[in-house]
């Protein structure tokens, strides 16, 4: 039986269980998921950082002696034709939750003997559970069972690979369906993606160095967009350039030396209770998870507007341009969009999810999921729904010189910070060349008070 490291969300050689599972020789691949690929745009920029960090994983894997052959198909597509040019398979790869790779994984099961190996979280879902059996649905005393366990789990010595290189053609890219040689580029699968901000590139030993000195304001100052008080780092973790092992590490280590590294510890922990709650409950990657009805509405100018940046909101279209044109937001601004378009607008949290799905270079479908749904308070340990941002009071607290808003909003450099926090002035005067807000937030916690109802 031929042993497969199939490389997904774990693009490293450094504490890759995956790749340091099999003995003996082993064929290390990637496949360019036609599957997946079929629903991006030409120019998703996540295409061009894949490429560029698959090359990096290539030339890794050199370096220790090891290869990767790389393939444009759908993988039940790719494993049976190397199970007729090798024969028997065995398949090592990391493990992976959303509704689309378990459906995957089980098409891919039915022709390999399939190995999932835990990597992309700290915390194995099934091993959190409540002393009842049962899952947490609230994140704080979910915080509180797993905090003695973390230091431990990031604490277990990574393993070196053992296996070495099964003799294969590794050069260029195998197109399944035609059997063509292709060069591994975009151009090469009809892309020509945006670029990506260089700063994903880092390594996150260089990140965590340079944010040395931030991790004490961390806790107060994360929610400012213009101030660097986030590092950007789940990027990282999302494609698996970083394991989440050493990054824990690394932060017990900056702890011990002193440093306050828990509030952004905390943040870490909220991305493991995302994924346990999409574990236990996959249902809740397109059903409200909570047992509420809300009365949606179907407004799909309002929708245009809230993703084209035109809602006459100032710090609402400032995140939704910073969005559109970067493939990435500040994590309060989400929080802002996410309420203003489910509980402002009315309208349903699963369009801004997917639209989120499309354009973030960090999307993580339980982590994406959980805060679109916790902004709707329809998710686990949710806002409550009576609770909803008021975009201009938060602009006007984190935002204070609105030097965000008008660097994403240009038509509104030219007014004072004051008047782009004053909802009434807006309304009243409005700006040349930027609409007017196209809800106003008077009355906005009767209205979706109005159309939410839970189920006792």
Known sequence: MKQIVWFRRDLR??????????????????????EILKHLAPDDRRVGY??????????????????????????????????????SLRVYASGDGDAYAKARDARVAERVDFCPVHDGFLLRPEHTLKPDGTPYRVFTPYYRSVLPALEGLAHVAPVSPRATLLPFDYEGMRHIKTGERLPFDAASIGFAPAPCDPALHRLPTEVFEAFRSRFAGYETFRDYP????????????RFGTESIRSLFRRLFELKREGIETAPFMRQLVWRE?????????????TDN?????????????????????????????????CLNQTGGMHNRLRMVAASFLSKNLLQDWRLGERY?????????????????QWAASTGADAVPYFRIFNPWIQAKKFDKDAAFIKRWVPE?????????HDEGWMAQN?????????????????RFSARYHYAK
């Open 13 to 34: 050689t450094d504490d890759n269980p995956a790749l340091s599972a099999p003995a003996g020789e082993m064929l290390p691949i990637f496949i360019l998921d036609t």
């Open 50 to 87: 894949i490429i560029e960090r698959v090359i990096r994983l290539k030339a890794q894997l050199r370096e220790i002696g090891l290869d990767l052959a790389v393939f444009y198909g759908a993988p039940e597509a790719v494993f049976e034709h190397l199970g007729n040019e090798l024969g």
């Open 226 to 237: 213009e101030m660097a008080h986030t590092t950007r780092i789940a990027t990282a973790l």
């Open 273 to 285: 209770f995302y994924h346990m709650i999409l574990h236990h409950f996959p249902g809740s990657e």
């Open 289 to 321: 998870f909570l047992p509420v009805t809300v009365a949606w509405e179907a407004n799909e100018e309002a929708f245009v507007a809230w993703c084209t940046g035109q809602t006459g909101v100032p710090l609402v279209d400032a995140a939704m341009r």
């Open 356 to 372: 989120f799905a499309a354009l973030l270079m960090d999307y993580e479908a339980s982590s994406n999921v959980g805060s679109w």
């Open 412 to 420: 509104l450099a030219g007014l004072p910070a004051a008047r782009l």
């Open 430 to 446: 409005g700006v040349s060349g930027y609409p007017r807000a196209i809800v106003s937030t008077k009355g906005a916690k009767e």
